[in-house]
């Protein structure tokens, strides 16, 4: 990566907006950044850094904090960074999230962090801008401008500041990373995760190998525990036993069922006999209750003659019914009436009488006011009896809340009672259910194996089926390939000996007698080639021609490849679809049950925690204890209250004994006070307001004596009418020769006529139906005798019962034996497979253990392959740290390492002075910054070479320099800015951040930091 331009606005230590132009520094190959200390030139590597990856160079530096406090509210923070790499070229603007002033209202709000990346490959630097940003890659989304940057530059920023940036405070952090923190450098930088995911594959198949053998193992022995035995031999001694029973408990079935056939016959054929006598008995029964109903219907005929009679008398019974109605309403009217005058009379007397007492109660005003001195008297006791209500208050309010205590006490332990029975039900259920559960778990470890073997089984028929048609789909492409191969070769072929004549025309053109033939030397042209110069259009059409010809052979040759991989995988499945033995039972069919079963699981709930129940009851009885205690206490304390709230009444009844009881009340004594004096003041008032009802009263009573008169008289000729009505009913129920009520008996009788009718039609039928019921049932017994059913039903059903039990202790036995049988065979089988499969698996494991590091030296595979491209970096770094340290130091590889974490990246240093190896650790500041610089460029070079799609144009180094000596000592300045010069010549330009003023002389290429109480100032030096 080559930066061109970086821009800076209202970032670090810069205020407005400042540019540097990378290309002549570059250019010059070594480079300086100087200036005073805190004057930003360590900001230009964290807007760089912030640019690409959204971080500052500082990786525990927040991106929020790289806003300039120099710049003013409306000027916002952005980086833009135009770079080139691989050919290409890039432009990225990125703003930081930070606070700008609101369009609206005042205020501020918080503008969101924001990328853009644009590729601006052929433009111009200096046209490159806002108004001619570029092609657009990425934009909006932080994330996936990262993720574009990161795809280009074929690094993170991690791995930015360990091999293009070094910053400052960040240099030796790779020299002194620990093998872990290493690796995660490296991995990434060699891309050695096909080897990371070969190990995580063996390791995967190892455990799942050793896992499924340890299950099933566990499966087997779970099996033969689930059944009662322990051990093999004790299944073959259970199977012996059950083949005795089963031959004992089929001899027994056979007798009980010839038992049962026998009863079952006896009994059919009592039931037959029984069932006649039965309907004789029922006949009879009926015959008799239809003749005891003979009484009863002469009744009904006799009523239904009398009902007839009554329906002719209805015409006069009704104007009865209608004269004794308005006789009614007359004399309802006259005692309304009536009610009214006499309600007027008491009305006129109680104003008279009221007229007299207001006349009489003008003497009274004088004992009111007696009554009124004494009333007031009453208040002063009132008043002297407060605190003798204060204490009474207190006393009621302690009496309550002990009584409330006490029952909560007495509820809270009744509640623990009946809670105390509901833990004692679920403790029991919660055993029950576990029982159950465990049952459960061995079945489903049973099923759980069987539908392993049998999807494993269907899988690879599956797989299998899906080779053999990819093959033939391949077959064909190969076939299709060949074909346009061959085509494209014929026209390919043909244009080229075309393009050849053409040549040879064009040449032949330019021949001149005598002159030596550019082709063959002859002087002599005797045939001349001939044709039309049709050269250009020609070549376009052969090169055309030979790129469609390769493209074809291409893509033959991919087709040729698939059709092999094709009808490789294909063979391999077969073998391994060969070498499976196809399961009893499908994969669905074993997933249904195992359902099924695991929702008989899944409905006992949750397992439970039954020591942790048994405990919660214990602890359950000890509250119940000291809730007893408590309410007994309660009940103590609301006694005693008690007993004081009696004793503040006594006190509060003594001070009140002058007052009366309904007189006790402030509020009320008020009011009786204020009534007094309004009677007094109102009296006169009120006997006005007398003599004015008393008037009224009398007219009314007037009006209402005449109203009563003439509903008197109406009500006289109401009776005459029903007296004449009544005469004429009567005259006719003497020529039927009836009485009134005898009449109102029949009369009710009137509505059930079509009824009892019906009944007596139905009755006569009923009895002839009896009767010849009765007959056919005589005829049937005739000559037999009725059987005892009953014993005979017993006996059937205990031959019954005992053929059940018979039958069912011998299934049950033959299922034994089945199941034993099997089980042995099963189990057999089983671990047959398993050790084999065992055996067959022991390498992987081995296998899986070295590519884990856990065997010999400890070094995973993919530290191994890593440590393979370190060495390559150590031989690099070496190449710079030799010169720059006299031929003193060099780097190794330390293999050995301590405890029990990764190994294999360790660094060590070789002294020459001393022939032994030193950590790291014990370098001092200058040795420490020249190895970790040779460290640096020789990560560089190898990763550059290594991996062609990262490029490593330019490295930057911050500070550092000021640890180095400027004469003859191991590790000087002159030696390491005579390597960078060295490496610059080759291959790459390196920036230089300091402030050693020799690095200044020696290096004066590049930009002059000026710092300012406004902010910083770049200037470029050439």
Known sequence: ???????????????????????????????????????????????????????????????????????????????????????????????????????????????????????????SLDDIGEENPGK??????????????????????????????????KFETFLTAKTEDRLAILRDLFDVSLYKGLAESIKQEARAAEDKIKT?????????????????????????????????????????????????????????????????????????????????????????????????????????????????ETADRAKVAQQARVESAEVAKQAADTLKQHQEKQPQIEDWSEHLRELRGHVKALQDSEASKVTLTTAQAAATAAREASAKAKAFHENLQAERTKLAQALETAQEAEATRAKYDRDTAVLREALTTAKAYENIATRLTAAREDAVVKKQKCKEAEAALARTETTFRALENELMRNHAQQLAGRLVDGEACPVCGSLEHPQPAKGTPEGKALEASVDKARTEFEAASKADNDARRDLEIAITRGQELRAEFDQLEKPARASAEIAAENETLARALKDLGPARDLAAMATALKEHDQKIAAALAQAEETRNVASQRETDLALARQQLDSALRSVPEDMRDAGKLAAATQSLEKDIATSRQAFETAQAEERKAS????????????????????????????EAFANRLAEHGLSAASFAGHKADIANIENFESDLKAHGEAKAVAAERLRKATDAIKDTDRPDIVALEVAKKNAE???????????????????????????????????????????LRELAEAFSGRLGPKVDLETFAVATMFDRVLEAANMRLGPMTQGRYRLARENDGRGGGRRGLGICVEDAHTGRQRATATLSGGETFIAALALALGLSEVVENERGSIRLDTIFIDEGFGSLDSENDAGTLEQVLQTLQNLVGRNRAVGLISHVPLVQQAIPNGFWITKTPSGSHIEERV
């Not at 209402?704 to 109406?714: G, I, Q, T």
Request: aromatic share 6%; with cysteine; glycine share 8%.
């Open 801 to 843: 019962d005992a053929l059940e039990e018979a039958t069912k202790k011998s299934s049950d036995a033959a299922a034994r034996l089945r199941q034993l049988k099997s089980l042995k065979e099963s189990i057999a089988a089983e671990l047959k497979r398993l050790d084999a499969l065992e055996a067959k698996t022991g390498p």
């Open 216 to 328: 099933e193992r566990a499966v087997c022995q779970g099996r033969l525990e689930h059944e009662g035995f322990e051990t093999g031999e004790a299944l073959q001694d259970g199977i012996t036993l059950a083949e005795t029973a089963n031959v004992e408990l089929q001899e027994a079935m056979s007798l009980a069922k010839a038992s049962f056939e026998a009863a079952t016959k006896k009994f059919q054929d009592a039931a037959m006999t029984d069932k006649a006598y039965k309907e004789h008995l029922e006949a009879t029964a009926e015959v008799e209750r239809i003749a005891a109903q003979s009484e009863a219907i002469a009744g009904l005929e006799r009523r239904l003659k009398s009902a007839r009679v009554a329906q002719s008398l209805s015409d006069v019974d009704a104007a009865v019914v209608t004269a004794r109605a308005q006789e009614k």
């Open 699 to 726: 007219e009314a009573l007037a009006t209402a004596r005449a109203n009563e008169a003439h509903a008197l008289s109406n009500h006289e000729q109401a009776i005459a009418r029903l007296k004449s009505s009544e």
């Open 1 to 123: 990566m080559r930066p061109l331009r970086l821009s800076l606005q209202a970032f670090g230590p810069y205020a407005g907006r400042h540019q540097i132009d990378f290309r002549a520094a570059i250019d010059s190959g070594l480079f300086g950044i100087y200036g005073p200390t805190g004057s930003g030139k360590s900001s230009i590597f964290s807007a760089m850094t912030f640019a690409l990856f959204g971080e500052p160079a500082k990786s525990e530096q927040h991106a929020t904090t790289v806003r300039s406090d120099h710049s003013d509210a409306g000027v916002m923070t952005e980086v833009e960074l135009v770079f080139e790499i691989g050919g290409k070229q890039y432009r990225i603007v990125r703003r930081p999230e930070q606070m700008r002033p609101a369009q609206r209202g005042g205020g501020e709000t918080k503008e969101a962090h924001k990328a853009w990346l644009f590729e601006t490959t052929g433009m």
């Open 136 to 169: 657009i890659l990425a934009e909006g989304k932080v994330q996936a401008v990262k993720d574009e940057v990161e795809k280009i530059l074929g690094y993170g920023a991690a791995q930015f500041r360990q091999i293009v940036l070094l910053p400052q405070g």
